[in-house]
């Protein structure tokens, strides 16, 4: 049973645990210290801006650092005083935007009104009327004054854990982004060697764009996911978890209530979750087509423009166009008509609440809230609202990150094949088929009951119609699939008994449309395997005869190689691919119509090397052009996946049987061409 998409994604972010974890470290020390701020806002405005409104006691000790002097008197805050507090006391109370001070002991809460030197004071148990001054400014100060340091010291500690949660801030991103890179690193580089591991048959289904969709465009998603999502939601949720800490230090009773948010934001992840899951899906499998078309479109743009097919061409990417577009806009009003306005409602409703709360329904006398108070909770809820945002913000990346993961993960669980590379000894080239049937789609067979033997040194050819099996039977050979019934044998050992790159490992191939890599000359000789000198693979291509056209290049075999050899000629590709095979000196060469798109000149130089090369090693040759495989040592002739006629060339011809047939109608249209 396969593991979800989450849990694997989750197993390749363990084999980074460590620098997520450092990262996690980081994110969780830099939030704790940054919500230090309300709470060292609220200790500011309770205790040293707004805590003179408090009863004062008259004192002696006119040295203490608490000590304020009034009117020839020294007075310190009840809250400042050491021990049992003196009989005499004083208060200041604040009445609109003035402060008043008195010598009699009222409270400092209740309504507050001043006129013609009373200060009155009601709360819902009684009224106070007391005599009161008027403070002035610099005597305001002066109260003010035994506070201004631990003001200072307060703003100091704010700012300097503000700089240091900016530095774990850093490290966060830091840690998480390096974690991401590395994770996506990874994937892709499991990716691509699972692609080589994939048998033949699933590339021959799928246009190439959609399959290098999955590589880049998919991955680039999760990369999203690990560095922008991920973070997103665990930022979020450490920085939640903190706030919640704070508001139920502050008030248990409101905290509770706006713990609601969670189940909330839960049930809409899930909500959204199943919508826009089967918007991506659409969306992502639209990118790759497009991908794919426009794949096809440029490599085939020379056909498109000769047959006057860009308006077909171009209709058939609108349409793919047209289908990303419409989905796009169901994901954009998805999001438009619900993540504002969600976190948007939310706040409001919290705000209501919270002014319920405060404002009426449990005010009373002995439940009094602070300035300070508030204004920590308005800051906490606020900040609250960040992170529900961020997270609301971030589930259509999410979703778009989990859909591109399961399209990974799909080509992932394809099938693959182990890789076994270890070195066999050099075949010595004898080659056997025995009653071998293969069907490419498991109903119609294209070989059937194909038996014969190619022995060492010797150059056997196969020829036939298009659609006889000729190439099939060379896909068997080289193992790119399987046969349905029947045994190959090489050298008497059943090739499915090696593995694939082992049954390789000493064959050579040339094929028709020859694939040269961007790179150099040389480097498409070698490719890239250090056994392969450099003075092995210029050896290579003169004996092919390609010193003649290379030797004219600016560079020579230095000469740089775009993709798929585009700059040059047909026949300069089939010199290099040619090359190729024998620097890897195969003990089997095989030539799949290797000179069906060569030209005559160039056909002569394959030919004269060719008659070097094959001695000693077994040469299977499909051939197109009957007068390249004349001198064959045998001519195995197919007719709808058939041997029917087998022989060397001059037997074959005395039969005057299908060999005969196809010979005399190249013959006839050789002299017409001469002739013409």
Known sequence: MKASTEKRLFHYAMHYKKTIAFGLICLTLAVALELTGPLIAKRLIDEHILGIEDQ????EDTDSTHAVTYKGEAYIRADRIEGTPPEEAATIVQAGKSFYFTKEFVPTTGKKDFEDGILTISTPEQAVEVPAEKLAVGELYSFFAPETNAIIWLLVLYVILLLISAGFQYGQTFFLQIASNKIIQKMRKDVFAH??????????????????????????AIRELYEKVLATFVTSAIYMTGIYIALFLLNAKLASICLILVPIIWAWMQLYKRLAGKYNEVIRSTISDINGNINEAIQGMPIIQAFRRQKQSTEEFEEMNEKHFTYQNKML?????????LVNAL????????????????LGASDIVSVGLLYAFVDYLNRLFQPVTDVVNQLAQLEQARVSAGRVFELMDHEGEDVNNKPIPSYRGDITFRQVSFSYNGKENVLQDISFQAKHGETVAFVGHTGSGKSSIMNLLFRFYDPQHGVIEIDGIDTLSLSRQQVRSHMGIVLQDPFLFAGTIVSNVTMGDPSISRETAIEALQKVGAHHFIEQLPNQYDEPVKEKGSTLSAGERQLISFARALAFNPSILILDEATANIDTETESVIQTALHVLKQGRTTLVIAHRLSTIQQADCIFVLDHGRIVENGNHDSLLEKEGIYYQMYQ??????????FS
């Open 347 to 362: 706040r409001n409703i919290a705000f209501v609440v919270f002014i319920w709360y405060f404002g009426g329904a449990s």
């Open 56 to 59: 004062w006691y008259a004192v």
């Open 665 to 674: 109608m190249q013959k006839r249209g050789l002299e017409a061409a001469a």
């Open 195 to 220: 692609i080589q591991r994939v048998p033949i048959p699933y590339f021959i289904n799928r246009p190439a764009g959609k399959i290098v969709a999955r590589v880049t465009n998919d991955t680039e």
């Open 333 to 341: 009003h998805l999001n438009s008509l619900t993540s504002f306005n």
